[in-house]
């Protein structure tokens, strides 16, 4: 592996070398090859002058003329490249010839090669097929140095390819150097933010214990507390000597730590984001307005509460309990930001463009406090769930959540504005719907249970729940049928027992109410069915198939409206 | 003043002697050595020599040189011919009284005899295709070949125009070593002017 990876960083440097040696080597051979053409070519000039002179001086040999001979020899001073020409006789006795300064004098000397810096030859004086004597004549060869000028060209390009093959190998490998050095960067970092992804999820993970941590202890104390007064509440009746005023008074104790505990259900659900919102088409200037008589008191004698409403808003499509439970939570929030007193306005108006209008228009709801006011660090948290600056047990943390989760889900938006000691600015802007309100009759028409008086089959898994809801019904005037499941429902209805109305739980073991429902309208089309469920999940996602749906827990004049309307519809 | 005249006169001297000759004035000693170089001079000719083919006749027919009548070189020249090739030809050696034979002769050395001297020799064999070779020293008349001594060398001189007569050509190696050469460049000036003329009409 490793020897595989050194192979291929050095594969590219070494072919490279390859190719300079190959470039040296064939520059070298040239070089050498034209050395001997050089070579060869003085040897060749040099033969064929001295074979001219042996021919020439053949005669005066022959005859011992040595001055004929001289002149002959003479006749080759011309040319400069020639340094010494002699003519031997047979027994080799110098007969005629020159020396010029500068070259050897010996009588025949054998010289060549690469650095020699003259050429011999000899050659023999023939006469008739005799020998009759020798001719040597030493010729100048280049200085080394000349004849290396000229192979200047070939070393200068052979110098310049290598560079050049260098230069792109080093660079090579430079690039791939810095590209392993990347890719190293890279995988590095892949991890890293791996890493990063696996502490932020144990970071979440945390946090997600630590917020269950704080509902944990703020729904147990709320819940200790409503408990504490529905107990002794509970208790106060069992006394026999009670007068109906006091017993009166500790029920109406029950039924409102019953309504408080159910109201913080909710929230927790909203915040949950698995209570379906019932958006209703609604004058938010009525919807204020019917509860500043229960805002008052909450907020107290030291609290000035004032209104500052739009003589007309917009109708907005917004579900009206969450709207209301979202008011509330604001007013709560600004009571406690005010524990020496204070004011509150409530205000209302009609987006312009100067907010951060939504599309199509929004209804303002502002309500403003003059508390403490609070600080710019905490001010983005503040609609975090469970974020609180109360002390554990005296806050759920969900309030401010709640009108967060409650906006948004209605399409809107809430903006909250702070400053210390002079107070808070929390607003909701709220989509303004295309629909109109609806007439005002359903809240004038009084609505009695005895008037649509009639049978209800009621499916309940739940042994205390379908107890309550029976007598519930009872109360209302009507007659009951108990079912414990789907199947044992569908056996009833199946066993034709009259009933006008089926009151059918959601969750149950075996089917379902959804699954219940869709079979008894098969069986029995014109009978009403009203779902139930406290944990409304399955309805958010398959939705409700168009059944009306009560939210546990209800109470009896949830379920006379959706039974009264159910008939009604029925009826029609 | 006398020095200069003196040294003159010297010169003039030394001119006097060069003028009259030298082989008279050469020393005893000297003699057979002159010999030997001549011998050796006669016995390397053949080799700068071209004959008509018809002259030489067999490609391996002895090629003769002659000795006509007085032979100054004796033995000398049995030395220097011995051994000696001219090409594919044997050089041999052939010592006649007079020209009587002398056709079959390559070279000959006219020395002259009690009944022909030199001149009449050369008079005799004169368009034959024969080298003739004189000697200074026993006459004034010149064959092709004319030795001579100067400055103590043997040195010749050679009648071209002679040897054209005999169709012979002389090898220009051999004539550049000559003193003196009569050349044949007037015939063939002649021959030229000739050509012009026939041209002409």
């Not at chain 1, 993970?205 to 529905?230: P, R, W, Y």
Request: glycine share 10%; net charge positive.
């Amino acid at each position: 592996m490793t020897g595989g990876v050194i192979t291929k960083r050095w594969r590219l440097p070494a072919l490279a070398l390859l190719t300079v040696l190959l470039l040296l080597a064939a520059g070298l051979s040239i070089i050498f090859q034209g050395e001997r053409d050089y070579h060869e070519r003085r040897e060749n000039a040099a033969r064929s002058q001295a074979e001219i002179l042996a021919a020439s001086v053949t005669a005066a040999l022959d005859f011992g003329d040595r001055a004929t001979a001289q002149e002959y020899v003479n006749a080759l001073k011309v040319s400069q490249q020639i340094l010494a020409a002699r003519v031997y006789d047979a027994r080799g006795r110098l007969f005629a010839g020159f020396v010029r300064n500068g070259a050897s004098s010996g009588p025949v000397s054998t010289a060549g090669g690469f650095g020699a810096s003259v050429a011999q030859v000899n050659v023999p004086v023939m006469r008739s097929g005799t020998r009759i004597g020798t001719v040597n004549i030493t010729t100048a060869i280049e200085p080394v140095s000349r004849r290396v000028s000229r192979y200047a060209i070939i070393a200068l390009l052979v110098g310049m390819t290598s560079l050049v093959l260098a230069v792109m190998s080093y660079a090579q490998t430079a690039l791939r150097r810095v590209n392993r050095t990347l890719a190293k960067a890279n995988d590095d970092l892949q991890f890293q933010m791996e890493e990063r992804a696996r502490t932020e999820e144990q970071l979440r993970e945390a946090q997600k214990m630590q917020s269950l941590g704080k509902l944990t202890g703020g729904v147990a104390h709320d819940f200790n507390n409503l408990l504490a007064v529905i107990q002794g509440s509970a208790e106060l009746l069992q006394r026999p000597t009670l007068s109906e005023e006091r017993r009166m008074r500790y029920t109406q104790t029950i039924i409102d730590a019953s309504a408080q505990g159910a109201s913080l259900t909710a929230q927790m659900l909203a915040f949950a984001r698995r209570q379906p919102l019932k958006p209703e088409v609604l004058d938010l200037n009525k919807a204020i307005g019917k509860m500043l008589v229960m805002l008052q008191p909450l907020l107290g004698a030291n609290i000035s509460l004032t209104t500052d409403l739009e003589a007309r808003v917009d109708p907005v499509e917004v579900d009206p309990g969450q709207f209301e439970t979202a008011l509330l939570n604001i007013i709560v929030n600004a009571r406690d930001a005010m524990p020496d007193g204070g004011n509150v306005t409530i205000r209302s108006r009609n987006a312009t463009s100067e907010d951060t209008a939504l599309s199509g228009g929004a209804v303002v709801i502002s309500v403003e406090d003059s508390g403490t006011g609070i600080p710019p660090d905490q001010l983005a948290l503040v609609f975090e769930p469970f974020f609180t600056t109360k002390t554990v047990g005296k806050g759920t943390g969900l309030g401010l959540s709640q009108v967060y989760g409650f906006t948004t889900q209605s399409g809107g938006k809430v903006q909250i504005e702070s400053e210390l000691e002079k107070g808070t600015v929390l607003t909701m802007l709220l989509p303004v719907s295309g629909r109109p309100l609806p007439a005002d009759k359903d809240d004038h028409r009084p609505v009695t249970g005895r008037k649509a008086a009639g049978r209800v089959l009621l499916v309940e898994d739940n042994e205390e729940v379908g107890d309550l809801a029976a007598a519930i019904f009872e109360e209302l005037g009507h007659g009951v049928v108990r079912a414990r499941n789907g199947v044992e429902a569908l056996k009833i209805a199946d066993e034709g027992a009259p009933f006008d109305l089926v009151f059918s739980d959601v969750v149950m073991p075996g089917m379902t109410g959804l699954e219940l429902a869709g079979e008894l309208q098969q069986r029995r089309p014109n009978i009403p069915i009203i779902l139930t469920t406290g944990y409304s999940d399955r309805i958010t996602m398959a939705g409700s198939e168009g059944f009306p749906v009560v939210h546990k827990p209800y109470g009896m004049q949830a379920l006379q409206s959706a039974v009264d309307k159910a008939l009604a519809t029925a009826r029609r | 003043m006398e020095r200069s005249k003196l040294r003159m006169l010297l010169h003039c001297l030394g001119l006097l002697l060069a003028i009259s000759g030298l082989p008279e004035s050469a020393g005893a000693e000297t003699r057979p050595l002159e010999t030997q170089v001549k011998a050796a001079f006669l016995a390397k000719f053949a080799a700068y020599v071209t004959w008509p083919p018809s002259a030489l006749g067999a490609a391996d027919a002895p090629l003769v040189l002659c000795v006509l009548g007085y032979d100054p070189f004796g033995p000398n020249l049995e030395a220097a011919i011995a051994g000696q090739r001219v090409g594919s030809h044997a050089l041999v050696l052939r010592r006649l009284d007079g020209t009587a034979g002398a056709a079959t002769c390559h070279i000959a050395f006219l020395g002259g005899s009690a009944r022909q001297n030199p001149a009449t020799m050369l008079a005799t064999i004169k368009g034959l295709p024969v080298l003739s070779v004189t000697d200074a020293g026993l006459g004034p008349v010149r064959g092709i070949v004319h030795f001579a001594v100067k400055d103590g060398r043997v040195r010749f001189h050679i009648d071209d125009m002679l040897a054209a007569q005999g169709n012979l050509s002389i090898n220009a190696r051999l004539l550049s070593l000559a003193l003196t050469v009569r050349t044949r460049a007037k015939l063939s000036l002649l021959a030229m002017a000739a050509v012009a003329r026939r041209a002409a009409t």
